[in-house]
């Protein structure tokens, strides 16, 4: 099969009702579609692979079931291997390799892209002129935003190989143009 964001997407909101959870799904594919286009990546393959990544998690909310019972399912589906092993490795407890460019890159922006989010969603416009320094100091806060694991932000970068300010920068300008379908405000209002 071909994989395209859209038939993501069709899987996605098939097993996904909860609009926190899409709306997750599509903050992660903003920040690894940024990334693909940046590394010249196969774009559409990462996009699928990031909306997918939580894609069992409503029915599977726990880690003895996600989001390794979610693979078979995928399989089923008739997606490749390289998509289906790349969404498991997003998970700390299976401790998989994170052997290739994607997985690296979708380790960091999931927690990263959650955190930016959960950012932006105080601020008056958004994640308008969210600056690296303020998601930071954020960080440093535990109780803000308390479900996001900081160590596995500051592993995501450094595995990544980039700074984190600038990983910061990159996953707010990747998220921008969807704030509005991700219940953010914008400059527009
Ligand atoms: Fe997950
Ligand atoms: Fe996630």
Not at 6 to 27: G, N, P, V
Not at 100 to 119: I, N, P, R, W
Not at 133 to 161: I, N, T, W
């Amino acid at each position: 099969m071909e994989v395209t964001r859209e038939r993501a997407w069709d899987t996605l909101t098939k097993y996904t009702q909860s609009e926190a959870l899409r709306r997750h799904a599509l903050a992660v594919e903003a920040a690894v579609g940024w990334y693909a286009r940046h590394y010249g990546e196969d774009e559409e393959l990462w996009r699928a692979t990031a909306l997918l990544h939580d894609f069992d998690y409503e029915m599977h909310p726990t880690l003895d079931k996600h989001p390794q019972d979610g693979a078979p399912i995928l399989r089923e589906e008739g997606y490749p291997e390289e998509l289906v092993e790349s969404v498991l490795s997003h998970a700390e407890h299976l401790s998989m390799p994170r052997d290739t460019q994607l997985k690296k890159t979708l380790f960091a922006c999931d927690e990263l892209a959650g955190f930016v989010h959960a950012c932006g969603l105080v601020r008056p416009d958004g994640i308008e002129t969210l600056e690296p320094k303020s998601v930071r100091k954020k960080l440093k806060q535990p109780s803000f935003a308390a479900g996001v694991h900081r160590d596995e932000v500051y592993e995501g970068a450094e595995q990544l190989g980039i700074e984190l300010d600038e990983h910061i920068r990159n996953v707010v300008e990747a998220m921008r143009p969807i704030a509005g379908d991700i219940g953010l405000r914008t400059g527009a209002g």
